[in-house]
């Protein structure tokens, strides 16, 4: 589709594809393969791979819609759908390195990541050193001969870091490194990292592009050669494939993805003000507040801060920091208790108890995730209601 359209247009209409019946929305191709009209017809198709339906762990039409949308929105050639964020991130890593390759990663990065680099990966000989995102020369200073790749996720969860993604970028390019960026947090509505220098875009499409919690799905964008040279002929041999029933979903999702996604930024930045003049908080952290450390960088790379707001209860004691952010979870009617973000319905967590209940209590000093931290992802309730919800609990002792 013409590339010149706007991001709203590509939302609601790229990549859409029409069967001989014509039909208006995107239909549902649950099909495990697809017949040819003749032995040489299958082995022409079979050649073909890339460009023919053959069988849906290489290609699928509905998930054909969904990669040719996202990669529209993201900005890049080609895109290949995995089955979560997860297998996103398996599947880059399985497609461009091998044994005796190094990563060079943010140390803030979404648990599971974390575990995979750290625990998985390594025993495969692909070895990973962690660094702040935000210290250029961190980065720097751990490329190695062997490094093949950059890991990023901005902004971090849960307490917002923001990285420059066009300085780590020029920094992967003289490293000859592969830059991928996991874009979930922003989605391609407030943030486009391929613009910025990215190679790879990587997402949990079970965040912001569903928006409704409803499936789990995953994609890599980045230029035509390397998804279909290398991540194409991985996902279609060990089958980490997006279903088709998903792929659909999302594709319904995506066309309402700015919308959510600027009314969440606007009723995270009215809950993240108020939160700052509540005497209970500490701190709050949130990448479209003034206050916020890299607020100017924030400004200049995303379009809006986005949906994900977290907050420092007082109290003098971890122990009484704890109890403090329970109170105001146990006493919320209207959040969602859940560690899912992006959802239309807001959501609550308690970082250091949940996501990142099982790392050691000091690797959780370091990441700055204390006892009295709560982790909001705001949704699409009026944002009068979520900061009465909140208020039970902190204006209560
Ligand atoms: C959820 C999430 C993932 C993993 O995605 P799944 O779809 O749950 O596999 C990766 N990165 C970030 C930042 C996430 O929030």
């Known amino acids: 589709m013409d590339d010149t359209l706007n991001f709203d247009t590509l939302a609601v209409r790229s990549g859409t594809l029409r069967s001989d019946f014509n039909e208006h929305s995107e239909a549902i191709f649950l099909t495990s393969s697809f017949c040819f009209s003749s032995a040489a017809e299958a082995a022409e198709r079979f050649k073909n791979a890339e460009d023919a339906y053959t069988y849906s762990r290489f290609t699928n039409p509905t998930v054909s819609m969904f990669q040719d949308r996202l990669a529209a929105l ?3 050639e080609a895109c290949i759908a995995t089955a979560s964020g997860m297998a996103a991130i398996l599947s880059v890593v399985m497609s461009a390195l091998q044994a005796g390759d190094h990563i060079v990663s943010s140390q803030s990065l979404f648990g599971s990541t974390l575990g995979m680099f750290s625990q998985i990966f390594s025993r495969f000989g692909i070895a990973t050193t962690f660094v702040d995102p935000k210290d250029l020369d961190a980065w720097k200073n751990a490329v190695r001969p062997e490094t093949k790749m950059f890991f990023l996720e901005t902004p971090s969860n849960p307490l917002t870091e923001i990285a420059d993604i066009e300085a780590v970028g020029k920094i992967a390019k003289a490293a000859n490194a ?3 960026v996991d874009n979930c947090f922003c989605s391609p509505a407030l943030q486009q990292p391929l613009k910025l220098g990215a190679d790879v875009v990587m997402h949990s499409a079970t965040k912001f592009l569903d928006g409704q919690g409803r499936v789990l799905g995953g994609a890599l964008v980045g230029s035509r050669k390397f998804i279909m040279e290398k991540v194409f002929p ?14 659909w979903v999302l594709l319904k999702g995506m066309e309402t ?6 009314k969440q930024s606007a009723n995270a930045l009215e809950i993240a003000r108020w939160l700052e003049s509540h005497p209970a908080v500490k701190r709050v952290f949130y990448p479209g507040l003034e206050s916020h450390p890299q607020y100017a960088l924030a400004k200049r790379q ?8 977290s907050f420092e209860l007082k109290g003098d004691t971890p122990e009484a920091q704890r109890a403090n952010a329970w109170r105001v ?8 208790i859940t560690g899912n973000l992006g959802d239309t319905r807001t959501t609550i967590t308690h970082p250091a108890t949940t996501t990142h209940g099982r790392i050691t209590p000091e690797a959780r000093a370091a990441a700055g995730i204390t006892e009295g931290l709560i982790r909001l992802a705001v949704g699409l309730e009026n944002s009068d209601d979520i900061r009465h919800d909140l208020a039970r609990g902190l204006d209560s002792k």
């Not at 993805?257 to 600027?262: A, D, H, M």
């Not at 995303?302 to 707001?309: D, E, L, N, S």
């Open 329 to 336: 979870i146990d006493n919320t009617k209207i959040c969602s």
């Open 234 to 247: 991985f996902v279609r041999s060990a089958g980490p494939t997006l279903s088709a029933f998903n792929a």
């Open 302 to 309: 995303q379009k809006a801060g986005g949906a994900i707001v």
């Open 178 to 180: 592969l830059f991928v």
């Open 257 to 262: 993805l700015s919308l959510r996604v600027e």
């Open 74 to 76: 993201e900005g890049g």
